[in-house]
């Protein structure tokens, strides 16, 4: 058994900054593949920011710049620096650990 759980998220006027928390645990030793999700109301889920175990990070276009992807290994956790948010940034965020586990996702809500 495997948990995923996200923290973080809350209510932020434009221009502000949240930063998100990812811990997994359970039955889980290496972890490879540490990303970041949204989802807003009516869209689909989309990839945000994604960590590989070898250091390689990438971001969507609508972030780069503004977001940072930071993991640490030992605590088995990952993190979502946001700065600068925009209201188009409303949405649930997911973590997605190892291609195989999902958290239940944290609301971040910008508002302009």
């Known amino acids: 058994q495997v948990q995923v759980v996200e923290s973080g998220g809350g209510l932020v006027q434009a221009g502000g900054s949240l930063r998100l928390s990812c811990a997994a645990s359970?039955?889980?030793?290496?972890?490879?593949?540490m990303d970041w999700y949204r989802q807003a109301p009516g869209k689909q889920r989309e990839l945000v920011a994604a960590s590989r175990g070898g250091g390689t990070t990438t971001y969507a276009d609508s972030v780069k710049g503004r977001f940072t992807i930071s993991r640490d290994n030992a605590k088995k956790m990952v993190y979502l620096q946001m700065n600068n948010l925009k209201p188009e940034d409303t949405a649930v965020y997911y973590c997605?650990?190892?291609?195989?586990?999902w958290g239940q996702g944290t609301q971040v809500t910008v508002s302009s």
């Open positions: 997605y650990v190892n291609v195989l586990f």
């Open positions: 359970g039955r889980i030793t290496a972890i490879n593949y």
